[in-house]
């Protein structure tokens, strides 16, 4: 199938179960009908995305709804609960949506997410696809077919895997982020250095003004090289039985940070980035990871900005919120360690001690 735009880039997510084509390229939105048609993509769209995105940038996507009014879900992480979903499925059943209907959700995170779980579940399953509009949605979120919604009780609680059938990805939709969440992006651009190439981490360094400055020459290769770590890594493992749990790198000590300050204080990525900044500091303490690695990644994370504070919160209260995380399995603590810049490795015998420690030096109270 011919590019839709001159530089166009594809990676394909193939689980065996279901396959996503990823576009991405500068602009691909305006062929974003076309992609649709050429993909299947439902004889009828429906739009999930918020008030602000829409504002923002809804002119161009109105033309493939046919005319029909969006569905508007509240900004927020607070909104991605069940009574969105619910909303969701009102506005499809009143238009008379079919198993043939599409949803296409226009958004960061948290619209995703939403609109997906909505997608996975409605008709027990109808089309969906991402055009993510935060860089976290761009590189992260919107690959891989996890969605779903939080619960009063807990982030994520509830979810399925709903592969999209396509992603489009325009980074020129991040001209309008407010550069603390285009930072947030940035983190897990990071992290996919870390985990899977140097040579990301290299450039991002490199380039960090040209990036910020959200040059096309410089983050449009960013954001593939991203995507085609996640794709890969989805591809092969989709469940998260193994391998993409090195997408958690940071993850263990982010999550808790996040969850313990009722995600109000960090941003995801920067959660993230203080996580991985634990993360390189255990891997130095068990000689898994050279000391030079890991000051290159504090320098790097530095550069990025600044991040909210650790100081007030207690070793005790993330230890408690560590436990309680999805990435505890019978009991045991599967933990991400960076080996070196690119390449990283799993353990399960991480004690408290060593966490204790670990948060104390990345600036915890006792
Ligand atoms: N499904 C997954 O695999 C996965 C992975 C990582 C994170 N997530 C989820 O993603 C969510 C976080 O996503 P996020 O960081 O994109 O946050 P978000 O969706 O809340 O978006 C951040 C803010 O940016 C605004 N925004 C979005 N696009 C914009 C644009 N182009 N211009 C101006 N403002 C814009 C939003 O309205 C919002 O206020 C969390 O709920 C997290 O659980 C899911
Ligand atoms: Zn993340």
Not at 179 to 184: D, I, L
Not at 328 to 355: P, Q, Y
Request: include cysteine; proline fraction near 3%.
């Amino acid at each position: 199938m011919s590019p839709y735009t001159s530089e166009a880039v594809r990676i394909d997510v193939d689980t065996g179960s279901r396959s996503s084509a990823i576009w991405i390229g500068d602009g691909i939105t305006e062929q974003l009908s076309a992609l649709l048609d050429a993909h299947g993509v439902g004889k009828r769209r429906f739009i999930v995305s918020s008030p602000l995105i829409w504002r923002l940038h809804g002119k161009q996507f109105q033309h493939l709804a046919d005319g029909a009014e969006p569905i508007l879900i509240p900004d927020g992480e607070r909104y991605k609960n069940l009574q969105s979903i619910s909303r969701i499925y009102e506005s499809l059943i009143r238009a008379g949506a079919d198993r043939g209907s599409a949803i296409v959700a226009v958004g960061g995170g948290v619209i995703g997410d939403t609109a997906g779980f909505a997608a996975a579940t409605f008709l027990r399953g109808i089309a969906l696809a991402h055009v993510p509009t935060t860089l976290l949605a761009q590189v992260d979120s919107s690959i891989g077919g996890k969605v779903g919604v939080n619960h009063a009780l807990g982030k994520n609680m509830i979810g399925a895997f709903h592969q999209p059938v396509v992603v489009a990805i325009d980074p020129l939709l991040l001209a309008t982020l407010p550069r603390r969440e285009f930072r947030s992006g940035l983190y897990e651009v990071v992290k996919y250095g870390m985990i899977a190439s140097r040579g990301l981490f290299d450039r991002v360094a490199q380039d960090l003004k040209k990036i910020f400055a959200r040059d096309p020459d410089v983050l449009l290769p960013a954001i593939v090289e991203s995507c085609r770590i996640k794709a890969k890594v989805v591809s092969a493992d989709e469940r998260e039985s193994g391998l993409r749990r090195i997408l958690n790198f940071g993850h263990t000590v982010g999550h808790a940070l996040e969850s313990v300050t009722k995600y109000r204080r960090y941003r995801h990525g920067e959660a993230i980035a203080l996580g991985m900044l634990a993360a390189a500091d255990l891997g130095v303490a068990r000689g898994a990871l050279a000391e030079r690695e890991r000051q290159a990644l504090a320098q790097l994370i530095a550069q990025l900005g600044p991040l909210p504070t650790v100081f007030d919160l207690s070793t005790d209260e993330i230890l408690e919120a560590i436990r309680r995380d999805k990435k505890v399995v019978n009991g045991r603590l599967h933990f991400v360690l960076a080996i070196e810049i690119g390449a990283t490795m799993t353990v399960d015998d991480v004690t408290e001690e060593e966490l204790r420690a670990v948060l104390k030096r990345l600036g915890l109270k006792h």
